[in-house]
């Protein structure tokens, strides 16, 4: 089955820098990629997400890339805002509907 | 559209208690799961349906059930609860798609077994 790795599982970055994220997964089946943002006390929200045929795709500050050959998506942000701080999640669907989800990486935004 | 409500917000429950977990969507997805959280550990998925009369298990199963008799609801019933389902208890809904797509997320059940 589906694998997914995530690193680092905490990162801080003063105002304004960026932020990236990256995962790894083990199925070459999976096609489909989302990255979630939580929220104290709140559900995942889907922030962006990015299908196998697709190397990058960019909504405002966030970006997501995907490298089929190594296996391996990364979230990046750019110009963090305080509200980024959040818990971000990537996750792989193994080709099904079987969504692993990596183990999630706390980001906090220095002001 | 409320979108995907869980019931209770919060439960606490005795070793070998059972309980069913509510969760229901109005948005006619076909997709349901339900996941648990645990401290460290990300998301983990326990059952899923592709539609109604249709479940399928996911990672961790083991001490869970689900039915779906109709597109809006998707209960998962714990038939004897033991300290370790001690964790948050999040339902997800999503249109199946032929390759994935956007699940939306409840608020949540913090579920806590002594």
């Known amino acids: 089955g589906e694998n997914v790795e995530q690193h680092p599982s905490t990162l801080s970055v003063q105002e304004g820098d960026s932020a990236v994220i990256k995962c790894t997964y083990s199925d070459s089946a999976s096609n489909y990629f989302p990255w979630y943002k939580q929220e104290l006390g709140k559900g995942p929200q889907l922030i962006i997400d990015i299908r196998s045929n697709v190397g990058e795709k960019k909504d405002q500050r966030i970006a997501v890339t995907l490298n089929k050959t190594a296996k391996h998506f990364s979230l990046h942000i750019t110009e963090t805002q305080p509200e980024d701080s959040a818990v971000y999640f990537c996750a792989a669907n193994g080709g099904t509907y079987k969504y692993i989800f990596g183990t999630g990486t706390r980001l906090k935004v220095l002001a | 559209n409320a979108g995907v409500t869980q019931t209770p917000k919060f439960q606490v429950l005795k070793t070998g208690q059972s309980m069913t977990l509510q969760c229901a969507q109005d948005m006619n997805h076909e997709y349901m799961s339900w996941y648990r959280q645990d401290p460290g550990m990300g998301l983990r998925l326990i059952h899923y349906?592709?539609?109604?009369?249709?479940?399928d298990q996911g990672e961790v199963p083991n001490g869970y059930n689900v039915s779906r008799s109709t597109t809006e609801d998707f209960p998962l019933r714990l038939l004897s609860a033991a300290p370790s389902q001690t964790s948050v208890y999040f339902c997800?809904?999503?249109?199946?798609?032929?390759?994935?797509?956007?699940?939306?997320f409840g608020p949540g059940t913090r579920l806590t077994v002594t």
């Open positions: 349906s592709v539609g109604a009369g249709i479940t």
């Open positions: 997800a809904s999503s249109p199946v798609g032929t390759s994935g797509g956007e699940q939306y």
